[in-house]
């Protein structure tokens, strides 16, 4: 058996090598796919179109509008002598935001009473209008500490309008000093980035696994290899271990470019990354050749393909919260092996957890990747009987 599997698994990779369009598919694309992500899944944002309506004039308003151009966040693109003007330049696109001060802005604050700044946001890009009034709160926020403490951010809305009110406190209160562990700088691309590993991942070994059996049945040579002396077990290592072999190079590429191209920390064990990632195709191994018991050529292959990963990528955490979804969709993401893969990925990457932290999503790799491959192997089989 121990021959007879070898020489399988080295005609499977003969067979796998020999096309240089092959050889292309195999580790470029998910180099590709690394770089698109990468650079396409940017939450942070820089030099938001600003415009300024200053009708007070003061120092302090001055002041205020250093710190927002400072920030790197923010570029003026205009100063309007009349509130009416900011309008026509959200509607034309021109500003994502606009900056109001009423007159009597910094009178009021010098009196201890609220200073309204009112913030126009254009929400047609939801995303955007968040993260952007986000970062405006944070500079007001800075200020308000520095007007003797006890400054506290008030968002209110008149009208459907995003404002911000300055408040000025001389009495003792609390100073907010916010922390953000494992990602200090809160970059999108480190969350995103490792995720990609999951992603390339599945997308290679379901490929290669569905694709490389159906296609000996589209050609007609899987009834040539059934009546070799091979078992059904036999030929079912044969095909999956060289898959297992070339998405482990891939996931050791990845890896590095996301390292040493996008910069992205790894705090953990790389042993741990690579069991886990053994555990994780376990469960691609298996759908994949679950997909090829079910379609009869290479096309009805790549349907299958599609009409699984995509679901699959949605509900697995790597774009949205799961948290935010509903309770059946949370319960049905626990059959996605990709949601426990990137729990274990994200941990590795940016926190540095060991098995002590991430046994659990292992353990569901595990189960899940045996069941499915205790499944697939035996419809498989069945299909060659």
């Not at 009110?165 to 001389?170: S, Y």
């Not at 949370?330 to 957890?353: A, C, E, M």
Request: charged share 20%.
């Amino acid at each position: 058996m121990r021959d007879r599997l070898w020489r399988l698994i080295v005609k499977e990779l003969i067979q796998m090598f020999r096309n240089p369009r092959m050889r292309f598919v195999l580790f470029v694309p998910p180099l590709l796919q690394l770089v698109t992500y990468g650079y396409a899944f940017n939450l942070d944002i820089r030099c938001v179109a600003t415009a300024v309506a200053d009708l007070d004039r003061t120092l302090e308003t001055r002041e205020i509008l250093r710190r927002f151009e400072r920030s790197g966040y923010f570029c003026f693109q205009g100063r309007v002598g009349r509130a009416a003007d900011l309008g026509p330049l959200l509607d034309a696109g021109r500003v994502k935001l606009a900056l109001q001060f009423d007159p009597g802005f910094t009178q009021d604050l010098r009196r201890g009473q609220p200073a309204a700044l009112q913030i126009l946001v254009d929400g047609t890009e939801s995303n955007t209008a968040m993260i952007a009034s986000g970062y405006a709160g944070r500079i007001l926020a800075q200020y308000n500490l520095e007007l003797q403490r006890a400054a506290v951010e008030v968002p209110t809305t008149r009208s459907g309008v995003p404002t911000a009110e300055i408040l000025r406190d001389r009495s003792p209160g609390v100073e907010l000093r916010a922390r953000a562990w494992y990602n200090p700088d809160l970059k999108s691309r480190n969350f995103f980035v490792p995720g990609v590993i999951g992603l390339v991942t599945m997308l290679v070994s379901l490929q290669l696994t569905a694709m490389a059996i159906v296609r000996e049945r589209e050609v007609g040579t899987m009834e040539q290899l059934l009546v070799t002396p091979l078992r059904p077990i036999e030929l079912i290592l044969g095909k999956t271990i060289p898959v297992a072999l070339i998405s482990f190079v891939d996931i050791a590429l990845v890896t590095a470019v996301a390292v040493f191209w996008f910069r992205v920390p790894i705090r953990g064990s790389l042993l741990l990354l690579f069991v886990a990632s053994g555990l994780f195709l376990l469960s691609t191994i298996g759908i994949g050749l679950l997909i090829s018991t079910i379609s009869r050529t290479q096309q009805q292959a790549m349907m299958a393909m599609s009409f699984f990963f995509m679901p699959a990528m949605l509900i697995s955490g790597y774009l949205f919260p799961i948290a935010n979804m509903p309770p059946v969709i949370q319960y049905v993401s626990l059959l996605n092996p990709l949601r426990h893969f990137l729990v274990i990925v994200r941990g590795i990457f940016l926190k540095g957890s060991g098995l002590e932290l991430l046994w659990q999503p292992m353990l569901w790799l595990l189960g899940l990747g045996l069941a499915l491959l205790t499944l697939s192997a035996l419809r498989f089989r069945t299909r060659l009987e």
